[in-house]
DNA sequence: ATGGCGCCACATTGGCGA
């Protein structure tokens, strides 16, 4: 079982992509992050006539989460329960027995912005949640943009990121208090490649001379990491024309 | 030097992302 997370920036201009990416690599499931669209307006025919069930949650012009799946998905759940959350961050759904939650993590836009207090509160209740999902679920995969480069071997110059938003104590804190609950870091469980990254600047030629972060996770309960073979990072579609900022990364389950 | 690039919308400029 191969499932997959993709922060794609609008999936309204990614949508061509997107379809490439899942008839190319047949993930069993894809999550999908920053959908930007309403969800009148999601690709559902075209989604379907590849192969793929869809459950999403979507708002106009920012946030936007998305299970892609190619056996139905069911008790899709949105948000974070007992978090009021008006921003479309949060999905979760039963795919071929295994609870995947699909999340876009607040970016946090800088220390002293108000954003960076929503980020921490969101991240608090984010965790007390998945505590208790983790409860009723052993096998649960997290899987999304997490905003958050957890080491400093996950960031291209850690001097000159050193305490900004996405690396900041506080922040790595969060992530620490996540994977207590029970979860290891899918992709820290292989030998990988030095400077790994899920996000480039599209500024500056980011991409070209790898100046970037890994803030994409997928997270597996101890029940699930057991039976994780592998997992990467795609650097391919971020060499598309009109790429999206963020590269996908896929874990293999023996499932 | 707070820029750069890309996407979106109360659009031809500003908010936001990271």
């Known amino acids: 079982m191969r499932i997959a997370s993709w922060n794609v920036n609008s999936l309204k201009v990614r949508l061509p992509q997107v379809l490439d990416w899942l008839a190319k690599h047949q993930p069993h499931a894809l999550c999908l992050q920053e959908l930007k669209l309403e969800d009148a307006n999601f690709p559902i025919a075209a989604i379907e006539s590849a192969g793929y069930f869809a459950a999403f949650s979507g708002q ?74 983790l409860a009723e679920h052993p096998q649960l995969a997290v899987l999304g943009d997490y905003n958050i480069a957890p080491e400093d071997s996950d960031v291209h110059d850690p001097k000159a990121w050193e305490g900004q938003v996405l690396v900041s104590a506080p922040e790595r804190d969060a992530f620490r208090n996540l994977i207590r609950l029970g979860f290891s870091d899918s992709f820290r469980q292989f030998e990988q490649p030095e400077k790994s990254y899920t996000w480039w600047d599209y500024r500056m030629n980011g991409f070209k001379r790898n100046l970037g972060l890994r803030i994409d996770h997928i997270l597996l309960s101890h029940g699930l990491v057991a039976k994780c073979t592998g997992c990467s990072i795609d650097l391919e579609p971020r060499r598309n024309e009109r790429p999206s900022d963020h590269a996908p990364i896929v874990a293999e389950l023996s499932l």
């Not at 106009?60 to 959350?85: C, E, H, M, Q, W």
Request: glycine share 10%; aromatic share 10%.
């Open 60 to 133: 106009k012009t920012y946030n936007g989460v998305a299970i892609l799946s190619r056996s139905p998905a069911t008790n899709v759940a949105r948000g974070i329960a007992g978090f009021g959350d008006p921003q479309r961050r949060v999905i979760s759904a039963d795919v071929s027995g295994v609870r995947l939650v699909c999340a876009y993590v607040p970016n946090g836009q800088s220390l002293d912005s108000d954003k960076y207090n929503y980020k921490l509160g969101w991240l608090s209740s984010f965790s007390a949640w998945l505590e208790r999902e």
